[in-house]
C-alpha cells in the first residue's frame, strides 16, 4: 500500500457540536488516518493511550455512538507537512515493540520517513495522538528514559522497513 500510492492526507476524525447556531468539529483523541490511494491506514490510540493499533481499512469511522449527533472529518495534511504540495512517498517505517495481530499490527510509536526528508513521528499520549517531525520523537525518547526505562530496562525494539 505505501510502496504503490503516495501518502496523500491525513484525516482527524470526530463529532460536530452546534450550538446556537455555531457548529463545532470535536476532533477524536483516539484515532488518526493516513490515506494511499482508496485505502486508509487507520491509527487507533489503544490501552489507555500506551500503544497504537494499526489496520488497512477501506473508509474512515464514523460512528460515534452518540444519537443526533452528526459525525465529521477534517484533513490536516496542509498543517503537518512541511511542504503540502510535494509529493508524499513513504521511503521508510520504523515501528517500536512491534506486534503482529490478526486485525493488523500493534506498536508503541510510529516513525514515517517520506522520501523529500520529512519525518512523521505518531505518538500515543495520554492525552491523545500527537503527530510531529523528529522533535517530537526526541521528547518521546526523553519522556521513556526518565518514565519508563527504570521498569522495563531497555529502549523499544526498533523494526525498520525500506518502502522506496
Same mark, same amino acid.
Given at each position: 500500500?505505501?510502496?504503490?500510492?503516495?501518502?496523500? %492526507?491525513?484525516?482527524?476524525?470526530?463529532?460536530? =457540536?452546534? !450550538?446556537? @447556531?455555531?457548529? !463545532?468539529?470535536?476532533?477524536?483523541?483516539?484515532?488518526?488516518?493516513? %490515506?494511499?490511494?482508496?485505502?486508509?491506514?487507520? $491509527?487507533?490510540? $489503544? @490501552?489507555?493511550?500506551?500503544? *497504537?493499533?494499526?489496520?488497512?481499512?477501506?473508509? *474512515?469511522?464514523? @460512528?460515534?455512538?452518540?444519537?443526533?449527533?452528526?459525525?465529521?472529518?477534517?484533513?490536516?495534511? #496542509?498543517?503537518?507537512?512541511?511542504?503540502?504540495?510535494?509529493?508524499?512517498?513513504?521511503?521508510?517505517?520504523?515501528?517500536?515493540?512491534? !506486534?503482529?495481530?490478526?486485525?493488523?499490527?500493534?506498536? @508503541?510509536?510510529?516513525?514515517?520517513? *517520506?522520501?523529500?526528508?520529512? =519525518?512523521?513521528?505518531? =505518538?500515543?499520549?495520554?492525552?491523545?495522538?500527537?503527530?510531529?517531525?523528529?522533535? #517530537?520523537?526526541?521528547?518521546?525518547?526523553?519522556?521513556?528514559?526518565?518514565?519508563?526505562?527504570?521498569?522495563?530496562? !531497555?529502549?523499544?525494539?526498533?523494526?525498520?522497513?525500506?518502502?522506496?
Amino acid at each position: 500500500m505505501m510502496k504503490d500510492y503516495l501518502f496523500e %492526507e491525513i484525516y482527524l476524525i470526530g463529532i460536530v =457540536d452546534i !450550538e446556537n @447556531d455555531t457548529a !463545532e468539529f470535536v476532533a477524536s483523541d483516539m484515532f488518526m488516518y493516513f %490515506e494511499f490511494g482508496k485505502q486508509f491506514l487507520e $491509527i487507533e490510540a $489503544i @490501552d489507555s493511550f500506551g500503544r *497504537l493499533r494499526i489496520t488497512i481499512v477501506e473508509r *474512515l469511522r464514523t @460512528d460515534f455512538g452518540f444519537e443526533n449527533v452528526p459525525s465529521g472529518k477534517v484533513k490536516v495534511g #496542509q498543517i503537518v507537512f512541511m511542504n503540502p504540495m510535494a509529493n508524499h512517498t513513504v521511503e521508510s517505517v520504523v515501528f517500536y515493540n512491534l !506486534e503482529v495481530i490478526d486485525e493488523g499490527i500493534i506498536s @508503541d510509536v510510529l516513525l514515517i520517513k *517520506l522520501t523529500n526528508g520529512e =519525518d512523521l513521528f505518531v =505518538d500515543p499520549q495520554y492525552l491523545g495522538i500527537t503527530i510531529g517531525g523528529l522533535q #517530537q520523537k526526541h521528547l518521546w525518547e526523553e519522556q521513556y528514559r526518565e518514565r519508563v526505562l527504570t521498569r522495563v530496562g !531497555e529502549m523499544p525494539f526498533e523494526t525498520y522497513i525500506k518502502i522506496q
